[in-house]
């Protein structure tokens, strides 16, 4: 045996004898680092929840790459 278990797939693992528990604190700080989104101000909900979008035809691009990413490292 190579002895207990601390981390598998980025994620901290503690083993009691009350249970196992998996923590994802050092995950998420990876996904911030990642993505380079460490020091954004923290929002309950991410967007006004009386806002009406509309078409930018002026606007500019983004890349859907990265937000795209984000999100499936979100689902993981």
């Given amino acids: 045996?190579?002895?207990?278990?601390?981390y598998f797939l980025g994620?901290?693992?503690?083993?009691?004898?009350?249970?196992t528990f998996l923590i994802q604190s050092?995950?998420?700080q990876e996904l911030l680092k990642t993505f380079d989104i460490k020091n954004?101000?923290?929002?309950a909900t991410p967007i006004?929840?009386?806002?009406?979008?509309?078409?930018d035809e002026k606007g500019d691009k983004v890349d859907q790459t990265k937000y795209?990413?984000?999100?499936g490292?979100?689902?993981?």
Avoid at 48 to 55: I, N, S
Avoid at 68 to 71: A, E, F, H, N
Wanted: with cysteine.
């Fill in 26 to 28: 050092k995950y998420c």
């Fill in 1 to 6: 045996m190579m002895g207990e278990l601390n």
């Fill in 68 to 71: 795209r990413g984000l999100i």
């Fill in 40 to 43: 954004c101000k923290e929002v």
């Fill in 48 to 55: 006004a929840t009386r806002c009406y979008l509309e078409y």
């Fill in 11 to 19: 994620l901290q693992i503690k083993q009691f004898q009350h249970g």
């Fill in 73 to 76: 490292s979100l689902l993981i």
